[in-house]
């Protein structure tokens, strides 16, 4: 995170077109990647030379989502997706999460937020000890098999949800 974002932004690209033509990186084009994912994902920086450390963290998560997904992948294993995020921010990256996976991407989600599993998730597995559990939305509630102890969501019977 120390690089200028300008080199965050292209760690995974730089040898490809049209970050670089023949080993030779394209400071123009380079440039023009790095305000469109800015604006992309309403990155908040002063210049795009700026170390990617000054941003605040949520920035850093944003500057980050925007690039792996900037790279087109077929699959993301997103953990902890909002974690540390404001409101916006984490409705930012649901929205894109939600996308990709409209756009036949496989998203595998893990998270300790509920909320977000039940938001995001079109199925959700419960382990417990060596038994699983399946639970496809739309056949059963997964919501079930969770219950509400001093206003918080807790599994019952010590299962774990990923």
Same mark, same amino acid.
């Given at each position: 995170?120390?690089?200028?974002?300008?080199?965050?932004?292209?760690?995974?690209?730089?040898?490809?077109?049209?970050?670089?033509?023949?080993?030779? #990186? =394209?400071?123009? !084009?380079?440039?023009?990647?790095?305000? /469109? &994912?800015?604006?992309?994902?309403?990155?908040? *920086?002063?210049? @795009?030379?700026?170390?990617?450390?000054?941003?605040?963290?949520?920035?850093?998560?944003?500057?980050?989502?925007?690039?792996?997904?900037?790279?087109?992948?077929?699959?993301?294993?997103?953990?902890?997706?909002?974690?540390? #995020? =404001?409101?916006? !921010?984490?409705?930012?990256?649901?929205? /894109? &999460?939600?996308?990709?996976?409209?756009?036949? *991407?496989?998203? @595998?989600?893990?998270?300790?937020?509920?909320?977000?599993?039940?938001?995001?998730?079109?199925?959700?597995?419960?382990?417990?000890?060596?038994?699983?559990?399946?639970?496809?939305?739309?056949?059963?509630?997964?919501?079930?098999?969770?219950?509400?102890?001093?206003?918080?969501?807790?599994?019952?019977?010590?299962?774990?949800?990923?």
């Amino acid at each position: 995170m120390n690089l200028p974002l300008t080199d965050n932004f292209i760690i995974e690209v730089s040898e490809k077109q049209p970050i670089s033509h023949r080993g030779i #990186l =394209d400071q123009k !084009a380079i440039r023009n990647f790095s305000k /469109k &994912l800015v604006a992309d994902y309403d990155i908040r *920086c002063e210049t @795009l030379s700026q170390s990617a450390s000054t941003l605040s963290g949520g920035n850093q998560q944003k500057l980050v989502f925007s690039r792996e997904l900037s790279r087109e992948p077929t699959f993301i294993l997103a953990m902890q997706p909002s974690r540390g #995020l =404001d409101v916006g !921010a984490t409705e930012f990256v649901h929205e /894109k &999460l939600i996308e990709q996976r409209l756009n036949d *991407c496989a998203v @595998l989600l893990i998270s300790t937020e509920l909320d977000e599993i039940f938001e995001l998730s079109d199925r959700i597995s419960i382990l417990r000890g060596t038994d699983n559990g399946d639970r496809a939305s739309g056949k059963s509630d997964p919501r079930a098999d969770w219950v509400v102890d001093d206003g918080e969501k807790q599994c019952r019977n010590g299962m774990i949800l990923f």
